[in-house]
């Protein structure tokens, strides 16, 4: 692979030729950037070798790039002033870049994906970038994150070159280290503005492959309104004989911004170890309750951590991990049995904060039938929340869905304990499971 040095010097002696008959103008137009997509080694060093063949008036070249003709078409003049602007990126700046500049969060705890939290000042090693329209571009910015202080910023810089549905730019992870037939889970943020022209069509997604099986996409109008973070958790599965994860992320269209990646196995979030994203230890329940305990003050009812998926679950293999924790009350609830209609309750270790700061408390709920009353979410004593089978949100009865809940830590306090509280009015099961709190961004809102 040639050296920035070496391709400028290389560009230099084709420039001398177009100097010879009179430089004619460059014009950056979308035949340039076809000719010279960034970042690409491969692609600027064929640009590089034609440009160094072609004469002021083009008539000794007849070889043109075929990745530029649909762009430039086969006039001359005009990859004589594409030739003329010559490259103005380097495929090799991000790497430059990111070995001289300090990362924080390089390494996440326990397990995770370094650098998924784009902390340095451009999507870097050991992430690939791959660039494939010449209109996309990818970088980092301050100016909106999720978490940390940076976040991956997917913006158009010009007219597209892709036509109908094709992939625009896309990040590749080094080969991650996994276990066969071993649970793991995939973290993100993501965030749509509006469309330039007011309207809410969608403009395309966001998706996500490990090892070629496509796992979650995220179109720019799921959960509308735009202009707001998203924070997803996705399950995935290792089969048997996989011994490493390629992650692949990809833009289809939509500018956006990405943030808070990381994919663990699940078990790093169980026990009393730091978890691979924020601060609450044992939310995934695969080593029982750990530090978590529970409550039961209706002796009607059956609560503790199981295997799943549960009986009748309609999407077995969605599910974070093998154990949750379960509410059952086999019969309709005596309300003289319970604490305030409560039959049982499910309470986190406590954790500290930093007064005035922002945290995300991200949660999955499970409900076997509609009417049997809600989970209730508290933060240090104080109702936050509440879900119930008939919450849009939920997707229906017999099904995981997740939970997105902002609390700000008071003036003056330091310490939080979550507490779900199981309100049941009916016989019936109930279940929490991949409970995640982590400080975000103080501009984040709810949606």
Same mark, same amino acid.
């Given at each position: ?34 000719? #010279?997509? %960034? *970042? @690409? +080694? &491969? ?13 002021? !008036?083009? $008539? ?57 939290? #784009?902390? %340095? *000042? @451009? +999507? &870097? ?13 990818? !970088?980092? $910015? ?306």
């Amino acid at each position: 692979m040639k050296s920035v040095l070496q391709l400028s010097l290389f560009l230099a002696q084709a420039f001398h030729v177009f100097a010879t008959g009179g430089p004619p103008k460059c014009n950056a137009d979308n035949c340039y950037r076809a000719l #010279f997509p %960034c *970042p @690409s +080694p &491969s692609a600027v060093s064929v640009a590089s070798a034609f440009c160094a063949t072609i004469t002021a !008036s083009a $008539t000794t070249a007849t070889n043109y790039p075929t990745r530029a003709t649909n762009a430039c078409g086969l006039t001359p003049a005009r990859y004589v002033s594409a030739c003329k602007c010559g490259p103005t990126c380097s495929y090799t700046t991000t790497t430059a870049t990111a070995t001289t500049v300090a990362c924080p969060s390089a390494t996440p705890s326990n397990g995770g994906l370094i650098n998924g939290d #784009f902390e %340095c *000042p @451009s +999507p &870097s090693p050991p992430w690939t970038v791959q660039i494939l329209d010449p209109s996309f571009s990818l !970088s980092t $910015t301050t100016s909106n994150f999720f978490t940390g202080a940076r976040a991956l910023l997917a913006s158009l810089t010009g007219q597209s070159t892709c036509s109908g549905v094709c992939v625009n730019a896309r990040i590749i992870s080094p080969l991650l280290p996994i276990t066969p037939n071993t649970d793991y889970k995939l973290t993100l943020a993501t965030f749509f503005p509006n469309n330039t022209d007011g309207s809410i069509t969608s403009t395309g997604f966001i998706g996500v492959q490990i090892n070629g099986r496509a796992g979650l996409t995220i179109d720019s109008n799921d959960d509308l309104p735009r202009e707001k973070w998203r924070f997803r958790q996705s399950p995935w599965r290792s089969l048997a004989g996989e011994t490493t994860a390629e992650i692949r992320i990809e833009w289809i269209g939509p500018p956006s911004l990405l943030d808070t990646v990381t994919f663990a196995p699940v078990s790093a979030y169980s026990g009393s170890t730091p978890p691979p994203l924020g601060i609450l230890t044992g939310g995934e329940f695969e080593n029982g309750l750990g530090s978590w305990t529970q409550q039961v003050p209706d002796p009607g009812a059956q609560a503790g951590v199981v295997s799943l998926p549960l009986p009748g679950q309609v999407n077995p293999d969605y599910r974070f991990g093998s154990k949750a924790w379960r509410v059952v009350s086999p019969l309709k609830p005596n309300p003289a049995n319970q604490e305030l209609l409560v039959s049982a309750r499910l309470i986190s270790p406590t954790v500290p904060v930093v007064p005035g700061k922002k945290y995300l408390i991200s949660f999955s709920t499970y409900f076997d039938a509609f009417g049997i009353g809600f989970v209730g979410l508290m933060v240090n004593n104080q109702p936050v929340y509440t879900r119930d089978p008939g919450d849009q949100g939920q997707g229906g009865i017999n099904w995981w869905g997740l939970n997105t809940v902002y609390w700000t830590a008071p003036d003056n306090v330091s310490s939080a304990q979550i507490k779900f509280e199981a309100v049941m009015a009916e016989k019936g099961t109930m279940g929490v499971d991949a409970v995640v709190m982590v400080e975000v961004n103080p501009s984040v809102t709810a949606f």
